[in-house]
């Protein structure tokens, strides 16, 4: 069993969606719940998942890290389907961690219940929640919710768009295809003290960062592979849009999965199974050829986009990061395919207690 450390002190922007500087990261978790194993290699219950994850969001509180997002998912291998229900329960057992999705599939839901929900965690919370929104990496929600994948652009436009007016906490006036027009009727509750804090995930297209850069939310790029350099071109593109639409500069964020240990050899040999049974299950999926350990050892190199190894090794990893993309946070994916829940806790633990120190460290702050 992982001992809780004593919380330390976190220092936070003054506006929760404000750039940190070039001397400071954010750190937070990402999480879609995925489904751990029993003994027997039959996979657990979802509802033993969820306990577990609050109990990780719990602990991700007390070691100090900055955030915790859990992403919605409709499918077998992951137990988050309900990200807000969820949230709304670690709000309970946390005091200063922010939470959010990672992410919130807007095409598929209601955008005003999105606010809705989302508004509730915040009061719950005292002013803790965040949402990304994005149009999801899987489809399974389209026919579970009966919508037409032919609509796949119009109903994320449309959406945001809705979102936008309803997040300004004013009554609102909109019209469309995708729903029924809205004709200046508000919307309840609202946020007690600032706008929902809103971010935008992407996969890395131009169409993406402009679109985000054009509402002025903050942007968070999904990083799973090749080399986390390679994004600077759009991480430029959105800070040239921002200026460009006139919006004050938001946070530029990147989510990568990874895992920590007390050893790179340790670190890399707990997550490697895991890894590799979640990555050829999408491969079969997505029409991607097998993997192997190569694709995997690249990935962990310090160019690659795992952050997998020791505390050392991770923080010089995340160090890297900042100096190549300038950006203000960083979100580990710290679940990766059937992972122990107790493997998982003890990289939580690290990466509060001596990844967090050590960035700072070497950044100088």
Not at 53 to 82: C, I, M, T
Not at 94 to 106: D, E, F, N, P
Not at 165 to 185: D, F, I, N, Y
Not at 287 to 309: K, M, N, Q, T
Request: proline share 8%; aromatic share 8%.
């Amino acid at each position: 069993m992982t001992n809780t450390p004593a919380p330390r002190s976190v220092a936070v922007p003054e506006s929760p969606t404000a750039p940190v500087g070039p001397g400071r990261i954010l750190l937070g978790l990402n999480t879609f719940g995925d489904v751990g194993e029993n003994p027997d290699g039959s996979p657990q219950p979802h509802a033993r998942v969820l306990r577990h994850l609050l109990e990780e969001a719990q602990l991700a509180d007390a070691v100090g890290l900055h955030a915790f997002g859990v992403g919605e998912h409709h499918r077998k291998d992951y137990a988050v389907s309900a990200p807000e229900v969820f949230l709304a329960a670690a709000a309970a057992r946390t005091t200063r961690i922010r939470l959010g999705s990672a992410v919130t599939v807007l095409s598929s839901d209601d955008p005003i219940r999105v606010f809705q929900r989302f508004s509730t965690v915040d009061a719950i919370s005292n002013g803790r929640a965040e949402v990304m929104l994005g149009r999801g990496s899987f489809i399974e929600s389209f026919p579970l919710f009966g919508l037409d994948l032919a609509d796949y652009e119009v109903l994320f436009e449309e959406k945001l768009e809705l979102f936008d007016k309803v997040r300004a906490q004013r009554p609102v006036h909109w019209e469309g295809r995708t729903r029924p027009a809205v004709s200046g009727l508000s919307v309840y509750p609202p946020l007690e003290r600032h706008l929902l804090p809103t971010w935008i995930g992407v996969g890395g297209t131009p169409e993406s960062v402009l679109r985000c850069a054009q509402y002025g939310y903050p942007i968070i790029f999904a990083i799973i592979g090749g080399q986390p350099r390679t994004f600077r071109p759009l991480v430029d593109l959105y800070r040239e849009a921002m200026a460009k639409y006139g919006h004050p500069m938001q946070q530029v964020a990147t989510h990568s999965p990874g895992h920590v240990a007390d050893t790179d050899e340790q670190a890399r040999e707990e997550l490697f199974p895991h890894w590799l049974k979640l990555r050829n299950k999408l491969g079969v999926e997505r029409g991607w050829g097998p993997a192997g350990r190569g694709e995997f050892d690249a990935l962990c190199a310090p160019e690659g986009a795992l952050y997998v190894g020791s505390p050392e090794t991770v923080a010089r990893k995340i160090v890297q990061l900042k100096q190549n993309l300038g950006v203000d946070r960083f979100d580990l994916k710290y679940s990766n395919g059937p992972l122990p829940h107790s493997t998982m806790m003890r990289s939580i633990e690290l990466m509060g207690t001596a990844v967090a120190p050590r960035v700072a460290e070497l950044l100088g702050t």
